[in-house]
């Protein structure tokens, strides 16, 4: 074990040595000698490193916090770098994860044509939110990508036998690191947010994707079956400017604006790409001849861009494929003017969406495969069209979410206006009848005269600002409309209805299922809507279904959340199955394992079998996103992972994998679980005076300080206690105080509850032959391993009322029996005893967390007794210090 990561540990060493020179270097020898000697007294004496702590000034505590967290910064770049080393190394040996499935599908002997249906409903769409998790700035995680650049170029210099200069260049970054401030100034905007995710984006076009896309033809070519390279196996999905449910922020105007920056940013990477082209494709007529279809494209073009420069004319005369380029470089800049201007499509001058620039690449394809160019034409052209086919002009396509209640109250007053019935008044059964028998009319309920109060306004308007930005964009660019807390076909059917009043056509309505209580009827849901003959003409051949993670968690614990989310899936696979509809299941994880996190195979895998049929979508947001795409390696990995997995799961589980009477069984005992876990999760979480423990004990108070995301931390209305807080806040500050109660309460009464009912040999056969219920008990593991109440303690004991001081007593009851039944199951005499690399880093990194924690407890007592900005600064740095050692917020 040693040996595996000493290579990772050297480096850790080492830009630990070089921060502590840059240290010295900006600070003075004082702050370094602080650092260790905090660090050596945490490990000896925790008391006495808490007073010394609370003995600093406030400046001092900055600089110290901020201290630590640029360790963990550095720790968390050079632990992604050795990642990508390793993940290089494995594939050189064993081959990616794209060529271990292709192997695992040519041993069950699979039919060609069942691995040709599954590789043509392959779409796998990871969305991009702008959910605030991520604490670092992007200025940060820039100068961190340079470290890890630098490491990588030093290998490869080492390697050529050339001599490093890697500790200059790393000592100039760490330097610029130290003096970048990590805290923001103000809260960003949706287009701020959107900006954040077209740099992975572009980035993700450059250099990824390409390889992913090619990767996969490649296998599936040794498979027998060839992917048409204008196939669209993986696309990108993003939330930023379409997330309505919460935000008042998000208005008509800021879609349009963010969508005007995802097609700059995408007519850019175009242009890039058309830019490399050109420098190859230096074919001349003279030595070979060209299609007809390309030699007239390439005259329709000249005689509809008359403004291409003659002497681009001249020049390419006789290299018909640069002079066709040149054209669709012309087509883009048009393209770019005309969505600036908000002007309307001119066929053959610029592009409507990325069809029209398929077909232009096609052509040259087409013509160098006939023409002696075939190498070309199936590497650079078909890798080339996979990416646009991927990425479009757009770089991801964005969906509009909205909370149910916004879509009724527009009807109120449609309804009010027409005077025909009281829709406030009418139960759920009375309005869906209602609004099928509308869906089932002609008539309008309203003219654009019709008056409306603002909200009503402004969530009509995002009806027809989604019709306005399919006519301007494309009818790509939005495809799929969310319902927040869906609860009954009448809240779908609301959408329909406004859609249907802003002449919006072609586009999804999307159930989100958030609740345990909605989860466990979302097969009877489904199957009412499908059952609605006006609204199952306007699904055609897929049902796409939202499953809410993060609420059902912190409504029900993780437990009940994981088991109703698991039964849900199969419950909508049956009834897309009946109504013959293709059931796309959006997965809606966060980053922590209480938001549903945890790893992408293990979960993807873990699905109960024929829920998967090609399609999928899972949101990527926050810290998670910085950690699996800064770095071209991991970012090829995670993509070639997620595919791999859906891929095996399509082709490989389309039945089932245990035998009936296996799967009752599990059912059985994990309805026991799920009950007992339930129920003491409830007794947790309703206790009337929990919030006021959870407040005293955690840095909550302060998230919307950080200004890491433009939504609100709290919904609308909502009160003091706990029922409004979000489910990314109500992580953060268990995480933030190492409780980490979302990722494990309850589990441990449930396991027990199980094992109590005679069924242990039951959960030992779950755990080694159910791979959801492996993957739920390791994700649980891994959040145990993160708790330290220890130091929770030291909150309780400093911050919360002697009174509250229950609460602590009984997570620490519950934690130690979740322990204790996780390991009676496992086998392991420790957390982590099979993942050894993990649990000495985790083990490493507390003496270096330890401190942060102290200095936060210390701070925060003197914040409350006496706020101040100074105060609330070195608190934020303590925040962002621990985000970074636990590699997560919320």
């Known amino acids: 074990m040693l040996e595996e990561d000493a290579e990772l540990r050297a480096d850790v060493r080492r830009l630990g040595t070089l921060l502590g020179q840059a240290l010295v270097r900006q600070e003075g020898p004082a702050l370094l000698d602080l650092v260790e000697d905090v660090r050596a007294l945490v490990r000896s004496d925790a008391d006495a490193a808490a007073a010394r702590l609370e003995a600093l000034d406030v400046a001092t505590g900055i600089q110290l916090s901020r201290a630590f967290a640029t360790y963990f910064h550095l720790a968390n770049i050079a632990e992604q770098t050795h990642r990508g080393r390793e993940l290089r190394r494995r594939r050189a040996a064993e081959g990616g994860w794209l060529e271990q499935v292709a192997r695992a599908i040519t041993a069950k002997n699979v039919p060609r044509s069942e691995i040709a249906r599954a590789s043509e409903r392959l779409a796998v769409r990871p969305v991009f939110t702008a959910h605030p998790t991520e604490a670092a700035r992007r200025s940060i995680l820039t100068k961190l990508r340079a470290v890890a650049d630098i490491l990588d170029a030093e290998a490869a210099q080492l390697a050529q036998g050339f001599a490093s200069d890697a500790d200059e260049r790393l000592a100039e970054q760490i330097d610029l690191l130290w003096q970048t401030d990590e805290l923001r100034l103000s809260r960003p905007d949706p287009t701020d947010e959107a900006r954040n995710a077209v740099y992975y984006l572009a980035d993700l076009y450059a250099e990824a994707a390409p390889q992913v896309l090619t990767d996969l033809a490649g296998t599936l070519s040794g498979l027998g079956v060839e992917l048409a390279p204008t196939a669209r196996p993986l696309t990108f999905g993003s939330w930023i400017g379409g997330d309505r449910d919460g935000n008042p922020y998000v208005t008509p105007q800021v879609t349009r604006d963010v969508l005007l920056l995802q097609h700059e940013y995408g007519i850019r990477a175009a242009e890039k790409a058309m830019d490399a082209l050109l420098n190859e494709l230096s074919v001349s007529r003279r030595l070979r001849p060209v299609s007809l279809d390309l030699a007239a494209s390439v005259a329709t073009d000249l005689d509809r861009l008359p403004e291409l420069p003659e002497r681009v004319r001249r020049v390419n005369a006789e290299e018909p494929y640069r002079l066709k380029i040149r054209c669709i470089k012309l087509k883009l800049a048009n393209t770019r003017e005309r969505l600036a201007a908000g002007a309307a499509h001119r066929p053959g001058h610029d592009y409507l969406g990325a069809d029209q620039l398929i077909t232009d690449l096609e052509l040259i394809r087409d013509s160098l495969d006939r023409n002696g160019g075939h190498l ?354 109500w992580v953060f500050g268990w995480t933030q105080s190492r409780q980490i109660v979302p990722g494990w309460y309850g589990v441990g009464s449930g396991l027990a509850a199980a094992r109590e009912a005679g069924l242990g040999d039951s959960l030992a056969e779950m755990y080694e032959r159910w791979d959801f219920f492996r993957t739920y008990l390791s994700n649980v593991e891994m959040t145990l391993a993160k708790t330290d109440l220890a130091i929770t303690r030291r909150y309780v004991t400093e911050l919360v009322p002697a009174h509250l001081h229950r609460f602590y007593d009984q997570i620490v009851a519950e934690h130690a029996s979740t322990v204790r039944e996780v390991l009676a199951i496992t086998g392991e005499s420790e957390l982590l005893e099979n993942q050894p690399t993990l649990r000495r880093t985790l083990v490493v990194r507390d003496t270096y967390l330890e401190p942060l924690h102290h200095l936060q407890v210390a701070l925060l007592k003197r914040h409350r007794q006496k706020p101040d900005p100074l105060l609330e600064r070195a608190l934020l740095t303590t925040i962002n210090g621990i985000a970074a050692g636990l590699r997560n917020t919320g």
């Open 376 to 729: 070309a034409a199936t590497g650079r052209l078909s890798s080339l069209i996979r990416v646009v086919a991927a990425f479009g002009l757009r770089l991801a396509t964005l969906d509009v979410r909205e909370h149910a209640d916004a879509h009724h109250g527009v009807l109120a007053q449609l309804y009010a206006h027409v005077g025909e019935v009281d829709y406030k008044t009418l139960s759920r059964e009375q309005r869906t009848e209602l609004l099928i028998g509308e869906l089932s009319s002609r008539r309008p309920l309203s003219t654009p005269d019709t008056p409306l109060n603002a909200a009503g306004t402004k969530t009509l308007g995002v009806f027809r600002a989604i019709r306005a930005a399919r006519d301007l964009f494309g009818p790509d660019i939005i495809e799929s409309y969310i319902v927040s807390m869906t609860q009954g076909i009448d809240d779908v059917l609301a959408a329909v209805v406004l859609a249907r009043e802003a002449g919006l056509t072609g586009i999804g309505f999307v159930p989100l299922l958030e609740t345990p209580a909605e989860l466990s009827a979302g097969g009877e849901i489904l199957d009412a809507l499908l059952s609605v003959a006006p609204y199952r003409n306007l699904v055609g051949d897929v049902q796409e279904v939202m499953l809410g993670y993060s609420d059902s968690n912190k409504e029900a614990g993780i437990t009940t959340s994981q088991w109703a989310i698991h039964q849900a899936q199969r419950s909508l696979r049956d009834v897309a199955a009946k109504h013959g509809v293709r059931l796309r299941l959006f997965h809606g994880r966060g980053g922590t394992v209480g938001r549903g996190g945890g790893p992408t195979r293990e979960a993807i895998l873990a699905q109960p079998y024929g829920t998967l049929d090609g399609a999928i979508k899972v949101t990527e947001q926050g810290e998670v996103i910085s950690d699996k795409y800064t770095l071209p390696a991991l970012a090829r990995e995670n993509l070639e992972l997620s595919l791999a997995a859906v891929l095996e799961a399509s082709v490989l589980h389309t039945s089932p994998r245990q035998p009936s009477a296996s799967l009752e069984s599990w059912n059985s005992a994990m309805d026991v679980v799920s009950g007992r876990a339930f129920t003491t999760y409830q007794g947790l979480v309703n206790d009337p005076e929990l919030p006021a423990y959870y407040w005293a004990a955690s840095p909550t108070e302060l998230l919307g300080a950080l200004n890491i995301g433009s939504r609100p931390a709290k919904r609308p209305d909502a009160g003091a206690g706990l029922g409004g807080l979000r489910a990314i806040p």
